[in-house]
């Protein structure tokens, strides 16, 4: 007697994932882009609605997980092989069909998890010690939260960050429990501090002061640091610069932080 499951009929394959400005999501074989010489106009890679342009695209692959942060501070979690194959000129499906997402949500960040198992074949993936989410908000608050909260995921989404009214969610990253953190805001500040100074929180809290933005500015981005690259900031103007981690100096958190463009 064999005990099959939905995830053993399928194959795993590397894949593409794109996801537009106004949610149109899609999976497509990593075979669907053939390298090309450079210098030529490139192939059409969807087709789109005018207004609408390429947010997120990534590759992953059919068994590994999604985690879907909304700007509301909800999660939903779901398998790459549920998303849609499309073609490559095709729209694909709005995350808003494939998510039951509230009316208000809209997707603020994507985690891709890669699927672990034991020796016995469990899955382990959410298991306690396989690292933190951090996030980032608007207003400068920061939190971790370990990936282990999140085991329990339901189709209707669950709370990820508790939001006070009017700020939303920036921006969420995986962790390893020993990494730094770098927030920059939109007036062009940013601050680095040692995730170690977030104690852990679970899924129903606010979180802490990470950056304190001057009046009228807001976070905009949430970086990992990572010692052997390079820090890319780009302006809404199409500026943009390559900066090594090290010209950031490590501050404590909560403070103005230090001008970076």
Do not use: C
């Amino acid at each position: 007697e064999y005990d099959i499951s939905m995830e053993d009929l399928i194959p795993r394959e590397n894949v593409v994932i794109t996801m537009t400005k106004l949610g149109y999501i899609k999976r497509m074989s990593h075979d669907t882009f053939k390298a090309q010489n450079r210098g030529g106009k490139g192939i059409k890679g969807m087709q789109k609605l005018d207004e609408d342009y390429v947010e997120e695209l990534f590759m992953t692959n059919t068994h590994h997980y999604l985690m879907f942060f909304t700007n509301t501070g909800r999660v939903y979690v779901d398998r790459v092989y549920e998303i849609d194959e499309a073609a490559r000129s095709a729209q694909g499906r709005n995350i808003k069909n494939l998510l039951d997402l509230q009316p208000e949500e809209a997707i603020a960040a994507i985690l891709r998890l890669e699927r672990r198992v034991d020796e016995k074949g469990n899955d382990i993936t959410f298991a306690e010690g396989s690292g933190n989410v951090v996030f980032a908000t608007k207003d400068g608050t920061v939190k971790k939260t370990s990936l282990n909260d999140f085991a329990n995921y339901r189709k209707a989404g669950i709370i990820a960050i508790n939001l006070e009214e009017g700020n939303s969610l920036v921006n969420a990253e995986l962790t390893s429990g020993a990494d730094e953190i770098v927030l920059v805001t939109h007036d062009g500040m940013s601050i680095r501090f040692p995730e170690e100074d977030l104690r852990t929180q679970g899924r129903n809290t606010i979180g802490v002061r990470g950056i304190r933005p001057r009046a009228g500015d807001y976070v905009v981005a949430l970086a990992i640091v990572d010692p052997q690259k390079t820090l890319l900031v780009a302006s809404e103007n199409g500026l943009g610069k390559r900066t090594s981690f090290d010209e950031y100096r490590t501050q404590g958190r909560g403070g103005t932080g230090i001008k970076t463009m």
